[in-house]
């Protein structure tokens, strides 16, 4: 299993004939104006994919924490009902009431078959950074 891509957003809707619609995609950062009260309160959403070849085990659940400053902003978990003839699986959180700061803010995902043995775990200490203009 690989991951393929980490997008940050502030929505992911899903769209008839299995198609998603992106809202707000950030880049690799989140300008807010310099007279936002800090800390932000903000919707975010995390949309992730994963590569997952034939004799691969499918993901049954997965971990998600993304964190600002060594705190957690988002920590959720969940089970994946994969079907066993995608070549890719999409986990999307929408979260609301998430507070940010400036700074960096991470991510750690974890996957787990279904003995809850990991079989991904991929950390990221910067992947988008939070600044004013």
């Known amino acids: 299993m690989k991951l393929l891509d980490v997008l940050f957003c502030d929505d992911v809707r899903f769209e008839a004939n299995n198609k998603m619609s992106v809202m707000g995609l950030y880049n690799d950062r989140m300008v807010y104006p310099k ?3 800090w800390p ?8 992730m994919r994963f590569s997952i070849d034939q004799q691969e085990q ?10 600002l400053k060594d705190k957690n902003v988002i920590e959720v978990k969940g ?3 994969p079907n066993s ?3 890719v699986v999409c986990l999307v959180v929408n979260a609301e009431g998430v507070q940010l700061d400036i700074g960096e803010l991470g991510y750690e995902i974890s996957m787990y078959d279904e ?3 990991v079989i991904l775990n991929k950390k990221s200490k910067s992947a988008i950074k939070i600044m004013m203009e």
């Open 79 to 81: 089970e994946i009902q």
């Open 85 to 87: 003839s995608q070549s």
């Open 35 to 37: 007279a936002a009260q």
């Open 115 to 117: 003995n809850k043995e």
């Open 40 to 47: 932000v309160t903000s919707r975010m959403a995390v949309l």
């Open 58 to 67: 499918l993901p049954r659940s997965f971990e998600l924490k993304c964190f």
